[in-house]
């Protein structure tokens, strides 16, 4: 039985590895800083609370020396990135290195997996964006997920460790309640006008959290693991105009969504993904996306409705 540890293992793309890995067999450890109620215990053979960096670090990969380490934790926000760029390299640049440190030292042999960002392409020149598109970000996010990726390569070349980023596009699925997927459904459901950022002609490529864990489980097993990366997406742009209509559908609603014209700080305008590179390792994604949006619609509801 293989062991994987996933940091961040009680955030939205953690929960959804930590399952995936689990029903496959694996033996699934996580660590996070929430207490354990809030940690998907179901999914875990062992759990442990932890703030990152921490030496109580150094012993928890000495004690399960895991075969591949996911690392889901630190800031995933654009807008936070852009107000407190500090905390933001913290916890994303900083953290990179201070994990890939703690291997070197414990378990060189551990396969790590980076969770990058399209971030890094900032606003593109062209559609469908591949790996070697120029990198050019606009948010200190962007920025740090960039100098993550650097560091993933400095301990390939350097220490001869086995790493991979993934440029993850747009995730979405039941349980996330942020990002532009729940604004849109959260506001059609609460509000009589839906009103958003932006001008509706932005796009985004779509990436289910399963199909998010798949690609993980196929980059640990098939990939070179020599510091590269691999963009994850479904390869389909989506205007947020098509995705506003879409979640107004599912939820049954005539209303026409309006838009303020103003798009935040630090905002790509339009991201399609060329995944050609990972699916040459055999990854394609399954859950079409008009199915993934009914069900996350379903899933918001049933929250809402709720609070």
């Known amino acids: 039985m293989k062991t994987v540890l996933i940091t961040g293992v009680a955030g939205f793309i953690g929960r959804y ?10 033996k699934v450890i996580g660590t996070d800083n929430s207490p354990p109620e809030n940690a998907p215990l179901a999914d875990l053979s062992a759990y442990q609370r932890l703030q990152l960096p921490t030496p109580e670090f150094h012993s928890l990969l000495a004690a399960h020396k895991p075969h591949t380490l996911i ?10 990135s852009v107000s407190d760029p500090a905390a933001d390299f913290y916890s994303n640049t900083l953290l990179t290195f201070n994990i890939l440190n703690a291997l070197r030292l414990n ?37 740090h997920k960039l100098q993550s990726e650097q560091i993933c390569l400095e301990f390939a070349r350097i220490y001869n460790q086995p790493t991979a980023s993934i440029r993850i596009f747009s995730a979405y699925g ?39 864990a798949r690609a993980f489980d196929i980059v640990s097993d098939r990939a070179p693991m020599q510091g590269e990366i691999y963009n994850l997406g479904n390869g389909q742009e989506v205007t947020i105009v098509e995705l506003a209509k879409m979640v107004l559908e599912s939820l049954d609603k005539k209303s026409t969504p309006l838009f303020n014209g103003v798009v935040p700080t ?6 399609q993904a060329d995944i050609t590179k990972i699916k040459s390792i055999g990854f394609i994604p399954t859950v079409p996306f008009e199915q993934g949006v009914k069900t996350f619609v379903n899933w918001c509801k049933a929250e809402l409705l709720d609070i």
């Open 174 to 212: 039941a349980g996330l309640r942020r990002q532009v997927m729940w604004d849109i459904c959260q506001k059609a459901i609460s509000q009589k006008e839906l009103i958003l950022q932006g001008t509706g002609i932005e796009s985004r490529d779509f990436i289910h959290a399963l199909d998010i």
């Open 266 to 271: 630090g905002n790509p305008l339009n991201w």
């Open 17 to 26: 590895v930590a399952r995936y890995f689990s029903r496959q067999g694996w």
């Open 107 to 143: 378990v060189p042999t551990c396969k790590f997996i980076f969770l990058s960002s399209a971030a890094v392409y900032g606003n593109p020149s062209k559609l469908p964006i591949d790996e070697k598109h120029p990198v050019a970000p606009i948010s200190p996010y962007g920025f």
């Open 71 to 80: 690392h889901c934790a630190g800031r995933a926000s654009v807008a936070l």
